[in-house]
């Protein structure tokens, strides 16, 4: 790998990987790079994850006290946790079929997020009010979230375990439509996810590129290449929690929303 071409991947990882903490969808930028280069797109996609999950781990330490904000709430984190993991291994065997509706269901996640203040505040009055009528009956209050979100994290596990770009606008619409926690605590929640979701597609992509046999399907990661734009994803990890954590909750939204759109252009053209 040249000069050039490990400087070029330096960058663009640190690029990735701060806009992967603050929203998700660094891969829109890092992806086409690896294509640019001469990488086949199978080669890129998992060379690309792989490079990624470090980043993804500095993100997590940026937000840990939003995390530990969540998790003082009880078993929530974990359980979203499991659904994140169950949804990577499904999602990291290639479907091909399925990438064709994932431009669909980031512009419904979009929606959700344009929606959530609204929803939000319905689902509120109504967990209150389950809440009240349970212990008028003695009874223990519904449980926050519950399977829906569980199963809500699991697709959008599928959907990051073969892919991942803009996972994490699919992630802040389901966790911003089910929680009353701040935004900044969700953004890092959503960056638990993806790490979990990145990090399992990443150990099964290696597994299987190492394997007797392993062919176009199943290529090897080139590692020059992921351990350079691991390196800037580290920086940018932290550069991305230094500024999502200051911007108030509006400007964290529009930004989403942005990157959503950006997202679905690059896919349908």
Known sequence: MSLAETAALLG??????????IVGSGTLLSFPTLLAFGYSPVVANVTNTVG???????????????????????????RLVVASFLGAITGAVPAGAFKAIVPVLILVALVLIVLQPRLSKRLAARRAAAAENAEVRGVEPPE???WLVAASVFGSGVYGGYFGAAQGVLLMAILGITYSDRLQVLNG????????????????FIVAGALPGSGPDHPSVVWSAALAIAVGAVVGGQIGA????????TALRALIIVVGLVAVVRMVA
């Open 12 to 21: 663009v990882g640190l690029a990735a990987g701060t806009i992967n903490t």
């Open 52 to 78: 990624l999950v470090p980043g993804s781990a500095s993100g997590i330490y940026g937000y840990r006290e939003e995390i530990e904000e969540f998790r003082g709430h009880g078993p929530r984190l974990a």
């Open 144 to 146: 926050h979230g519950g």
């Open 189 to 204: 929640v959503k960056n638990v996810l993806a790490f979990v979701v990145n990090g399992v597609a990443a150990v099964i």
């Open 242 to 249: 230094r500024i999502g954590r200051r911007l108030p909750p």
